[in-house]
Each structure stands twice: as C-alpha cells, then as structure tokens.
C-alpha cells in the first residue's frame, strides 16, 4: 500500500499529469463543436438530403483525444524517473521491483477507467441531446455495451504506454511505437489486399469495442471477424503484453 500511494503522489504531483487529464476532458467540446457544426451543415441542407444525412457516432470519432492522453501519461510516469534518475530511488526502496510498476499500473490504469467512462459517456449524452431530431441517434440502451467497451480502451492506453515506456526507457520512443502500434498501423492494414486485410483489421484496437458488444460492423473500415470474447481477450493482451514485457525487462536490466 505504501508503494501504492507513493505512486499516486507522484502522478498527482507533477502537472504533465493534470494537463494531460485536462486534455482528454478536451474531447467532450471537441465533439459538441462537430455537432454543433453537422447541425449548421444539416439546417442549410435541402429537404431530400436532410432525409438521408447521416452522422458518425462523436464518442468514438473523438475517442482518440483520451485514448492517446492516457496512453502518453502511462510512457510519462516510468520514463520520467530514468530521465531524472529517480527510478534508482524507487528500486532501491523496493528491491524486488515487480511492486512498483504494478503500483504504476495501478493508478495511471485507475485514472483511466475514470477518465475513459468520463468522456465517452458525457460526450454520448451531450451530442445526442444537440443532434436529436435532425440525425438518427442510436438510444442509450442500443450503445451502452459499445460506450463501455470504448470507456475501457482508454484505461487499455494507458497501460500500453506504461508497458512501452518500461521496455523503451524513452519517452519519444514509447509514445512513437504508442502512435505507430495504434494508428499507423491500422492504415497500412487497412491498405492490404485480401484475403489479409480483414482478419488483420480485426484485431486492430479500433475494431475490438465494437466487435466486443457484438454490434453491427457492416460500414466499419475495420474487420468484423472476432466473435465478443475473442475481441475482449485481444483487448486485454493490448494491455497485459507490453506490461509483462516491461516488467521483465525492469528486473533484467540496471536502472
């Protein structure tokens, strides 16, 4: 519990943290600035093109403002203490080491299951309440399952990040395979000819929350081929991966 809270002091402590959170909070204006304007584009429209307008759902366009706040925050708080040498500190405090980056997971994996939740949720209530009565908008009840797998990808970033930022020790480094893992990738595979294309987008980070609540992925530019456990697995392997990664090679390597 120690190692616990001193952890959490840290995080708390420094302000790349709270601007981070800051950021991701960002999202929810974010997207009420889209539908703000979808509503100005929808009024000026025609009476046939009103009938067929559609809209994409805000939460998950807007999704990657805390995907990636979170998963820069997990690099942030091991990366910094090699920078500044502080890791000794720590280690040496906590010798078998393995406590301390589960410490870590704990709370920058705490921050984002707040965080995460936060954002999708709000930003779900405040955009359909702007854009009912001119676009579709899907009910509460028809997106929970999809907003709680989104809400929980979030707190998957940022055990990415801390994972990552374990095995690379640099901060530029993390947050370049961070972005390129999550991100670039899935261009380049999106890109691929079948019969390769699919079943690589399906385990594609983006894809997972819906294919977690079993929902409709006939327009996604992902695959659509995991069932929802083999997609909650893969998700999860997002996570626990990296960590283990990084954690052995905390106890291998000097500080």
Same mark, same amino acid.
């Given at each position: 519990?120690?190692v616990?809270?001193?952890?959490? %002091?840290? @995080?708390?402590?420094?302000?790349?943290?709270?601007? *981070?959170?800051?950021? !991701? /909070?960002g999202? &929810?204006?974010?997207?009420a600035?889209?539908?703000?304007?979808?509503?100005g584009?929808?009024?000026?429209?025609?009476?046939?093109?009103?009938?067929t307008?559609?809209?994409a759902?805000?939460?998950?366009?807007?999704?990657?403002?805390?995907?990636?706040?979170?998963?820069?925050?997990? %690099?942030l @708080?091991?990366?910094?203490?090699?920078a500044?040498g *502080?890791?000794r500190? !720590? /280690?040496a405090l &906590?010798p078998?080491?393995?406590?301390?980056?589960?410490?870590k997971?704990?709370?920058v994996?705490?921050?984002?299951?707040v965080v995460?939740?936060?954002v999708?949720?709000?930003?779900?209530?405040?955009?359909a309440?702007?854009?009912?009565?001119?676009?579709?908008?899907?009910?509460?009840?028809?997106?929970l399952?999809?907003?709680?797998?989104?809400?929980?990808?979030?707190?998957?970033?940022?055990?990415?990040?801390?994972g990552?930022?374990?095995?690379?020790?640099?901060a530029?480094?993390?947050?370049?395979?961070?972005?390129?893992?999550?991100?670039?990738?899935p261009?380049?595979?999106?890109?691929?000819p079948e019969?390769?294309s699919?079943?690589?987008g399906?385990v594609?980070?983006?894809?997972l929350?819906?294919?977690?609540?079993?929902?409709?992925?006939?327009?996604?530019?992902?695959?659509?081929?995991?069932?929802?456990?083999?997609?909650?697995?893969?998700l999860v392997?997002?996570?626990v991966?990296?960590?283990?990664?990084?954690?052995?090679?905390?106890?291998?390597?000097d500080?």
């Open positions: 519990m120690n616990l809270a001193a952890e959490w %002091v840290k @995080a708390r402590s420094v302000r790349s943290s709270w601007l *981070l959170v800051g950021l !991701s /909070l999202a &929810v204006p974010l997207a600035a889209i539908a703000w304007a979808a509503i584009m929808y009024d000026a429209a025609s009476p046939p093109m009103r009938r307008a559609r809209i759902e805000l939460e998950e366009v807007v999704l990657i403002v805390p995907q990636l706040c979170m998963g820069v925050m997990g %690099v @708080a091991i990366t910094s203490e090699y500044t *502080l890791i500190t !720590s /280690l &906590v078998r080491r393995w406590p301390v980056l589960m410490a997971s704990a709370v994996g705490g921050l984002g299951l995460g939740p936060v999708v949720f709000v930003t779900y209530a405040v955009t309440a702007m854009l009912a009565g001119r676009f579709p908008v899907a009910s509460f009840g028809e997106r399952s999809t907003l709680v797998a989104s809400a929980v990808t979030v707190a998957v970033f940022a055990l990415l990040g801390l990552l930022g374990a095995l690379l020790r640099s530029a480094a993390a947050i370049a395979v961070l972005v390129g893992l999550v991100y670039v990738i261009i380049v595979v999106g890109n691929l019969p390769w699919e079943p690589l399906s594609m980070i983006g894809a929350p819906r294919e977690i609540a079993g929902a409709d992925l006939t327009s996604s530019v992902y695959g659509a081929l995991l069932p929802p456990p083999v997609a909650g697995v893969v392997l997002y996570a991966v990296p960590l283990a990664a990084g954690l052995a090679a905390v106890h291998h390597r500080a």
